[in-house]
């Protein structure tokens, strides 16, 4: 039985489809932050004081480079899906919402790729 | 664009704040935070790529009482916002709805990441200073 409205329905008022995607992605980033971030945590504190060849030197080992970028992945991928729902929920000027959805989407993908070039440079020595 | 007045919800200004409203705007105000506490990230490893002048102007703001301080409540945000996200999670399995498990939660995940943040300051302080 079709409960909608032909209106509503014409219009495509309802599901985008897709909230369920974001729902997971969100989840699943959020049980995979909990070990990195405590491990980021611990590896900053073995980090207090140390200069710029004691941490090139830290984040040059295989581990500690690997476990970065898979960090720095899953943390702005979850900070981007967070702002997204922020936005919406608080941006109501269209214009506004759509240049601040694409805004921070752009933004957090540029310094995720910045952190991933970095870790992989120093990595690499160069 | 509604061409209908609907009432919206909830009127923050007739509320009175709660355990669980608060914790709630505070677990979306930290993830904010946290999330432009990626700028200080980026620049931190950017920096070590670029050489030892931009690293060391890195070291010497995050060192500044300044930086200590920013870096101070970043840590107390991660700490929320982890110990919180985990009560999310725990409520998407269907544990802990009653009110007296939202309230007791609540409290430890605050308890936990005051005293966490804490303890990580006394070891990153213990373990070479700024």
């Not at chain 1, 974001?22 to 073995?46: D, E, G, M, N, Y």
């Not at chain 2, 007739?14 to 946290?34: D, F, K, M």
């Not at chain 2, 919180?84 to 709805?97: A, C, E, S, T, Y």
Request: glycine fraction near 8%; charged fraction near 10%.
């Amino acid at each position: 039985m079709e409960l909608r409205s032909s209106l509503g329905r014409v219009r495509g008022l309802g599901s985008a489809k897709e909230g369920v995607g974001h729902w997971w992605a969100q989840r699943f980033t959020a049980i995979a932050l909990v070990p990195l971030s405590i491990w980021f945590v611990f590896a900053a504190i073995s980090l207090m004081g140390a200069d710029y060849a004691a941490f090139r030197a830290w984040l040059s080992t295989f581990g500690n480079a690997l476990a970065m970028i898979v960090l720095v992945g899953t943390l702005f991928y979850h900070a981007y899906l967070g702002m997204q729902v922020v936005i919406e929920d608080y941006v109501h000027h269209e214009p506004a919402r759509v240049i601040a959805l694409l805004g921070s989407r752009f933004v957090l993908f540029v310094l995720a790729v910045s952190c991933i070039l970095a870790i992989v440079l120093v990595a690499m020595g160069r | 664009m509604p061409s209908v007045d609907r009432p919206l919800s909830p009127h923050l200004q007739v509320y009175r704040p709660q355990i669980t409203s608060v914790l709630s705007i505070l677990h979306r105000i930290t993830g904010v935070a946290l999330t432009f506490a990626t700028l200080l990230l980026t620049w931190w490893l950017v920096a070590a790529a670029y050489g030892p002048e931009q690293f060391a102007s890195a070291q010497a703001f995050l060192g500044s009482w300044f930086g200590q301080l920013v870096l101070w409540g970043f840590t107390f945000a991660v700490f929320y916002h982890l110990a919180n996200g985990v009560r999310h999670l725990l409520w998407d399995f269907g544990w802990g709805f009653e009110i007296t498990q939202v309230r007791t939660t609540g409290i430890a995940v605050v308890a936990f990441a005051a005293v966490a943040t804490v303890i990580t300051l006394i070891a990153a302080y213990a373990a070479g200073g700024a």
